[in-house]
């Protein structure tokens, strides 16, 4: 694939998930998934120019951070009333315990470096070590099997959106996720724009809806 082809893919990319963008520096972007493991559940998106994959997460890795930072900040409690559809539709509950890093996307055209940024909370704790004593006949105590609850998932969001996504039933569905009202939420004041530190320079970015984003 040329540039151009490459430019034209990455821009087409970010208008699609234009209304769920949340991060965007540097040509970066994060942005939240309409089908979500968990409450907050984000893909990053980054622009690299390498085929060595080492150089490619440690050019990508400053972005993970302050992506991270900013959930950890700014992504309000599942029990928040205003997100109750999409907290009960994750199962999300209780602390928010780690951030799941996971580069699994099957679906990178050009220099698109694509990462899941996986909020993961006490229930999904809890519900990981529950399937992983009911699956290998385990005692109470013992823990684990957190790849197999991420499957068991996956497999519940593709029957659910094996309709597509023209379905007025799957439309109705991720509407009532307000994912557009939560990316505002993880924006911020969008108006004085936000401050980050990445690769030891000071950057102040704006992050206004027109900044575009991406899958």
Not at 177 to 182: H, K, P, T, V, W
């Amino acid at each position: 694939m040329n540039q151009y082809k490459q430019c034209s893919a990455f821009r087409k990319l970010r208008k699609k998930v234009a209304d769920r963008i949340w991060y965007s520096v540097n040509g970066a972007f994060a942005f939240l998934v309409d089908t979500p493991h968990t409450f907050g559940h984000s893909q990053l998106v980054v622009s690299i120019r390498s085929d060595k994959e080492d150089k490619s997460f440690s050019k990508a890795a400053d972005h993970i951070v302050a992506c991270i930072r900013k959930l950890r900040t700014s992504l309000p409690c599942p029990g928040d009333h205003k997100w109750r559809s999409l907290a009960k539709y994750t199962r999300s509950s209780g602390p928010y315990e780690k951030t799941l890093v996971l580069r699994v996307s099957a679906d990178e055209e050009g220099n698109m470096y694509k990462i899941h940024l996986v909020p993961y909370f006490k229930s999904h704790l809890n519900a990981t070590n529950k399937l992983y004593r009911v699956t290998h006949d385990k005692k109470r105590n013992d823990k684990g099997g957190l790849l197999h609850w991420l499957g068991q998932r996956e497999v519940i969001l593709d029957y659910d959106m094996r309709d597509g996504r023209d379905n007025d039933l799957v439309k109705a569905r991720i509407n009532s996720f307000r994912l557009q009202q939560l990316a505002l939420r993880l924006r911020g004041n969008r108006e004085n724009g936000l401050t980050s530190r990445l690769s030891g320079r000071r950057l102040t970015f704006s992050l206004g809806i027109n900044d575009g984003n991406i899958r």
